[in-house]
């Protein structure tokens, strides 16, 4: 019954079973049927393929949101700069915006947020915020938070958007009044038909999908981003725009894509509408990036891990060169751990290095065979280079992993 209703799952949202796990999956199919008082299989599968409410409802159970206000702060440093760009240059111009899939609704409420921030007024921009659970979608309507919603210093960096109220964190209405939520699949036929979208947020959906789909998804974003438009991606996802018409945006952790035009010209001054954040143009030499970690002093007093949480705090704020730079010299350090090359290649593949990411990665898994993080990059850069015999079986060792109990540190 199982593999029936994952290739149900995967005809309706195009969801790879390797990617979730078959343990999570059997456990909403479980869930459901006490639900409904079904114990027979046969029963269940009936119903499932019979019914789109209780299809909706399995979905529900297997689609598990995790996500926060200012994920990934990279991302919207780089959409500020460039919104204020484009109001400069197109001050009577409404923005329009895609969050897909947005969740619980703190991605698109942290778009506006950072729209108000380049000093847009709530007439000024649009949110389409698109998801297929529509209990994350009345969770997102609501817009009441609880502080497990903010990380870091989100919540204090923008609280004068937020209302406390006894039962959380309240968006104020004129931040809600921007944002239309729809109940919607990228999968679906026509979809989003005569839309077009100066900016597209799509993290962390592709990793989820089999590779049908993901063409698919990326096919149907392509049509609704005007060119020059910026598309941001997870972390992850990167290398599926290496054969396409989009330029890498070279903004520290922002993993953001300019579309290019039709002849794919390089983009001129006047229509580059973002900075290129890169540091001094040498440093990026692997020589010049070994001399200068050889003179990074190593506080004794600190710990490893504390060390390896300093680096990743340099990568989180964009400091990506610095980031590997503590990471190289934490591994010489203290060779033989697996967390450090995990986080080397996330910061490779956050500089576009994606074959020192490869190596990186694949150093982790020598020295700790189950970090699922470095399966799913590995799946996705070989299945990027043609080579699908690799790129499956990285996933097909993902999803064992997941189905023997293991959780991933990495949120959707």
């Excluded at 949101?65 to 760009?85: I, K």
């Excluded at 993901?214 to 991606?233: E, H, K, M, T």
């Excluded at 952790?253 to 229509?271: E, M």
């Amino acid at each position: 019954m199982q593999d029936s209703i994952e290739l149900i799952l995967k005809q309706k949202l195009g969801l790879d079973a390797n990617s979730v796990g078959s343990r999570i999956i059997a456990r909403a199919i479980a869930q459901r049927r006490t639900a409904c008082q079904i114990a027979d299989d046969a029963a269940y599968l009936a119903l499932v393929q019979s019914s789109p409410q209780e299809l909706n409802q399995l979905i529900e159970a297997v689609v598990i949101p995790e996500t926060w206000f200012f994920r990934d702060q990279g991302a919207f440093a780089a959409l500020q700069e460039y919104a204020e760009t484009q109001r400069i240059c197109h001050p009577q111009q409404r923005m329009k915006l895609l969050s897909l899939p947005c969740s619980t609704g703190e991605e698109p409420y942290s778009i506006a947020i950072t729209l108000l921030k380049a000093g847009f007024t709530p007439d000024q921009f649009q949110i389409d915020a698109i998801d297929v659970s529509q209990q994350a979608l009345a969770k997102a309507e609501r817009a009441i938070y609880s502080q497990k919603s903010f990380r870091g210093n989100s919540l204090a960096e923008c609280d004068r958007y937020f209302q406390q109220t006894n039962d959380g964190y309240a968006v104020r209405s004129e931040i809600r009044k921007t944002i239309n939520f729809i109940h919607g699949n990228i999968l679906q036929p026509h979809f989003l038909i005569a839309k077009q979208y100066h900016v597209v947020f799509c993290r962390n959906l592709l990793i989820y999908l089999d590779r049908s789909a993901r063409l698919q998804s990326l096919d149907a974003l392509d049509q609704v981003l005007l060119p020059l438009g910026l598309l941001f991606l997870g972390a992850v996802e990167t290398p599926q725009l290496a054969h396409r018409a989009y330029q890498l945006i070279h903004y520290p952790a922002a993993f953001a894509f300019q579309k290019q035009p039709p002849d794919r010209r390089l983009l001129t001054p006047d229509s580059k509408l973002i900075k290129q954040k890169q540091p001094h143009q040498s440093s990026n030499s692997p020589s010049l990036i070994r001399q200068r970690s050889n003179s990074i002093a190593l506080p004794p007093p600190q710990s490893a891990p504390t060390l390896l949480e300093t680096a990743q705090d340099l990568a989180d704020r964009g400091k990506l060169l610095s980031a590997a730079e503590l990471c190289e010299s934490y591994i010489r350090t203290y060779p033989g751990q697996a967390p450090a090359y995990l986080l080397l290649g996330q910061i490779y593949q956050g500089l576009n290095r994606l074959k020192q990411a490869e190596q990186s990665f694949q150093k982790a898994l020598y020295l700790n065979p189950d970090t699922y993080e470095a399966l799913i990059y590995l799946a996705l850069l070989k299945e990027q280079q043609g080579n699908n015999i690799e790129s499956q079986r990285f996933r097909k060792r993902a999803a064992r992993l997941i189905n023997s109990g293991y959780s991933s540190s990495s949120g959707s």
